[in-house]
């Protein structure tokens, strides 16, 4: 059938409101859009080699949120917490959050109080402006037991106390072992999940870590949904060799299904969704950095 040129306009102008709507519709209803960022990690050889220079590349590509993976000796890359938080502002950016692992030896279970140096961890994460102080992973000792993982849970509680008083959040960040390890046939994340304060103990969820885990991002959201106010946007192909299955790509090219994964924790609260790439297949980190920002940007983030 003929169609006529103003049915042609009507039609034309209705796909276009539907595209539309599709990127704006989660973010509608006084829903507030997550914001973007990049871990640093994505970057880390070249934040060893020349962090200023580099942190300089990030932001013109359009990133304004970062998340460093390197702190020692009270330091970020080098340079005291004022200094990094400068360095950042001269270029508009911020680091709202910040990967340090909470270890054994941070608390003191006979004081029952953490050590100084975590509370210098704190102090420091403040100082830079941070709004979460992020553990990746655990060590393995930790998880030995149910008993011994649930004792060190309630230090997770604890540490989300004291960042409180500084007007920051503990959170957590998943690898694989938590989904591939058992104790009383629960995994290690179920009981971090069920054993720790939502108020006290933010989740940062990894899209991509879980797959070598037997885990997909998609049911953990669906099987605990509004617990996650970061993510770690990242997705993952399958690789024949090595001692992993999967390892991260250029966001869209993978199987983490990770437009569906990101829409669903928008929905559910994520307040920052932030980029991580780790391996490149061949292409400079930089410009996977930049091809990762603009698939989210395609994606309406």
Known sequence: MKQSRREFIKTSALALSAVSLSNTSLFSMGAAKPKLGIQLYTVRKAMEKNPLETLKAIASIGYKYVEHAKYS????????????????????????SGHTRIEKRHW?????????????TIEDAATAGQEYVISPSMEESIYASESTLKQFLDVFNKCGELCQKSG????YHNHDFEF??????????????????????????????????????????????????????????EVPLGHAK???TVLGVGVAQ?????????????KYMIVEQESYHG???????????????????
């Open 73 to 96: 000796e009270r330091k970020f890359y080098g340079y005291a917490p004022k200094e990094f938080k400068k360095i950042l502002a001269d270029l508009g950016m911020k680091m709202p």
């Open 108 to 120: 003191d279970a006979a004081k029952k109080d953490f050590t100084a140096e975590w509370k210098y």
């Open 168 to 171: 920051m959040k503990f959170g």
């Open 180 to 237: 591939e390890k058992l104790l009383n046939n629960r995994s290690v994340y179920d009981i971090i999940m069920t054993s720790t304060d939502p108020k006290l103990v933010a989740q940062q969820l990894d899209t991509g870590n879980l797959f070598n885990g037997g885990a997909k991002a998609i049911d953990i959201i669906k099987k605990y949904p509004k617990r996650f106010e970061l993510m770690h946007v990242k997705d993952e192909v």
């Open 246 to 248: 999967f390892e991260s």
């Open 258 to 270: 990770v437009k569906e994964v990101i829409d669903l924790g928008a929905a559910g609260g994520v």
């Open 283 to 301: 292409k400079d980190p930089i410009d996977c950095a930049r091809e990762d920002y603009q698939a989210m940007k395609n994606w309406g983030y």
